[in-house]
């Protein structure tokens, strides 16, 4: 049975890397079945309208960040208010979310790792454990693996990983402590999104 998280990319036609190390290989769901799913799913994909796109292209930042709708929303009116570009915006403070800079300075495989760690107490923001992973991080803030969950399992070969990985230009990672920092605000950041399409959707 195929994960629900691979549905959603082949629903979508793209890779969304919700399973990077599983999408990254031949069994890729997207490669082995590149159809949508559902009992009509081999149909061909038809042209989509510009309100198809512009929803198609929300529901791949909403699927690949694991946010709600209203949480978007709420993010696309946060943005709207920013005398720069929006959409650049919302990339920025989708990126400033703690379940992703965990996910960005190498402590988790994916964004919804990282959200499990979050919330389950494993990381601490400068010093304090703190478990909402929707949480804002700021220049100069450390995250690190809150102190009674460095000997956990799913942090063993953390440090022997870190050694090899080089994160984003705006976050610096320490391998021997396992704390990361945000540097700088997210820039250069290498966007799989139409942004200016989810844009024109919440604009309407």
Avoid at 61 to 67: A, E
Avoid at 114 to 134: E, M
Avoid at 142 to 157: A, E, M, N
Wanted: charged share 30%.
């Amino acid at each position: 049975m195929f994960d629900t998280r691979e549905k959603r990319e082949r629903s979508l036609g793209t890779k969304l890397f919700l399973k990077p190390t599983r999408c990254a290989s031949p069994k890729c769901a997207t490669v082995r079945r590149p159809n949508k799913p559902g009992l009509h799913g081999k149909r061909r994909r038809g042209q989509l309208s510009e309100f198809g796109q512009q929803l198609a292209e929300k529901q791949k930042i909403k699927f690949s960040y694991g946010v709600r709708d209203i949480y978007l929303e709420k993010i696309f009116k946060k943005a709207e208010k920013n005398p720069e570009a929006t959409g650049e915006r919302i990339m920025i403070l989708l990126e400033e979310r703690l379940d992703n800079v965990v996910f960005r300075l190498g402590f988790a495989p994916s964004r919804s790792v990282g959200r499990q760690l979050v919330g389950h107490g494993h990381i601490a923001l400068n010093g304090k454990k703190t478990t909402a992973p929707s949480c804002a991080v700021k220049v100069g803030d450390i995250i690190s693996i809150h102190h009674p969950s460095k000997d956990h399992p799913v942090f063993k070969d953390l440090a022997d990983s870190l050694k090899n990985y080089q994160p984003p230009e705006w976050l610096s990672v320490d391998p021997d402590k396992l704390e990361g920092k945000v540097v700088s605000e997210p820039k250069n950041l290498d966007i799989m999104f139409n942004v200016n399409l989810v844009v024109d959707y919440y604009s309407k």
